[in-house]
């Protein structure tokens, strides 16, 4: 036969082992990028959907931030500056340029000192990396933390609504409408400007949001170690570590199995890491088990289970109808403040009352009742309800529910929720005390 010919088989052996030459380093780097390409995929995809929900929220927010900047020209005050130094903003400067070590030198309640250590170090730790970077002054690596941080907590927002109710909620529909209003309405709340100050507020909003939105997907790893940053970010991380622990536990009751799967406990573990750190490092540096706590005194905070907060309201109400005395006008300027906090409840009581598809996931529940929780029981004397709870964001997605709905209404009262805080976040800046 042919192949049986001497050359033939010569041939075929030298055609064996004949070396391949290697890939070229082009190619190499092609492969690289391909693969990238298909793990940034999703990423890609999750960016292109959330897209109208974040041009929409960026455009409410530029209003916002456009007639600040106009009303500080006009009065010669530098706008961002104001932004990244107004009230906490000025703490949070401090500490990225100080750190822990520098006060303002003012005595609080009871006669303690008012400390920096109040304040937790992961945003401002970002602020002084930003202005590191850019060649920004503190301030303004403030402000674009904080602007950074409420687009990806928009972003987070959005793809929590969109992983639950992407299709439509029955039985109107809706397709694809309640994440974009639930960002929307996040940037119209009357306190939204304080989405563009240097607070820490949208940082905490966005580590939560995805937090959230990975205990959804059942990423738990993830879940914690955002946790643990959120927990590095603001003491009301408590809402979102119950959330964590919570969700795990439901998660091994439903297995009948505590060892079936180590993430679950892990998440759990890893939740309160950052928030018990930064108060074991207050403990350590100012040389008492309880110094946050003491810390905070200064400001009057602590825990009395609401009561303070139903004085506040009650006390309010009564100045309000005080006609002829000098503190209605301090009462009216409390209105919009007032109203939010109500809202609140109204939007936490709707939460739980929603069955079928409309009905939230354990995480977000426990995030919202918890947060709102927090913040109820404070006993500061100036309930920070509408601020403290801006993080709130699972607590409008029955609203936004209710404006998918109903588009053409949506659209004509989102439009007046952006102009009314656009126009109260100027007053706020300006001409208010710190937001509450």
Do not use: K
Not at 119 to 128: E, S
Not at 195 to 210: D, K, M, N, Q, R
Not at 277 to 287: E, I, N, P, R, S
Request: charged share 15%; aromatic share 12%; glycine share 10%.
């Amino acid at each position: 036969m042919r192949g049986d010919h001497p050359a033939a088989e010569r041939f075929a052996r030298e055609r064996d082992t004949v070396p391949v030459a290697p890939a070229s380093s082009g190619s190499v780097v092609t492969a690289d990028l391909s693969r990238l390409g298909s793990r940034l995929g999703p990423l890609r995809r999750g960016l292109r959907r959330a897209a109208p929900a974040l041009a929409a929220y960026a455009g409410v927010r530029a209003l916002g931030v456009l007639l600040v900047v106009a009303w500080g020209r006009a009065h010669h005050i530098a706008p961002i500056t104001r932004l990244g130094t107004l009230w906490d903003s000025g703490w949070y400067a401090r500490i990225a340029d100080h750190g822990y070590s520098r006060t303002n030198g003012l005595i609080g309640a009871h006669g303690i000192p008012y400390s920096p250590r109040a304040f937790f170090p992961l945003y401002p730790w970002l602020g002084h990396l930003t202005s590191e970077l850019t060649g920004l002054r503190t301030a303004g690596g403030l402000v674009v933390v904080s602007w950074a941080s409420a687009l990806l907590a928009a972003w987070g927002i959005f793809a929590i609504a969109d992983r639950l109710w992407g299709l439509g909620v029955p039985p109107a529909g809706g397709r694809g409408r309640v994440g974009v209003y639930a960002v929307v309405l996040w940037g119209v709340l009357p306190l939204a400007a304080v989405e563009s100050y240097g607070y820490s507020e949208t940082l905490f909003t966005a580590l939560s949001a995805w937090s959230l939105y990975a205990l959804l997907r059942r990423w738990w790893l993830t879940a914690g170690l955002f946790c643990v940053a959120a927990g590095l970010t603001r003491p009301s991380a408590t809402a979102l570590i119950a959330a964590v622990v919570v969700t795990a536990a439901v998660e091994l009751w439903r297995r009948r199995a505590l060892l079936s799967d180590w993430r679950p406990v892990a998440a759990a573990l890893l939740a309160p890491l950052g928030w018990l750190g930064y108060l074991a490092y207050t403990a350590w540096a100012v040389g008492s088990p309880t110094a946050y706590f003491h810390i905070q005194a200064a400001w009057d905070t602590g825990i009395d289970f609401g009561w303070t907060t139903l004085r506040w309201y009650a006390d309010e109400a009564t100045r309000l109808f005080a006609f002829g005395h000098p503190s209605q006008r301090h009462a009216v300027g409390r209105i919009p403040m007032a109203l939010t906090g109500l809202a609140y409840l109204g939007l936490l009581v709707a939460t739980f009352r929603q069955r079928g598809t409309r009905r939230q996931p354990v995480p977000l529940l426990v995030f919202g009742l918890a947060l709102f929780l927090v913040d109820f029981v404070n006993s500061s004397p100036e309930p920070p309800i509408a601020r403290f709870l801006l993080p709130a964001f699972t607590l409008l997605y029955p609203a936004a529910q209710w404006l998918a709905d109903r588009p053409v209404f949506a659209r004509w009262l989102l439009t007046a929720g952006a102009i009314a805080s656009a126009c109260y976040g100027v007053a706020l800046t300006f001409h208010g005390g710190a937001p509450s």
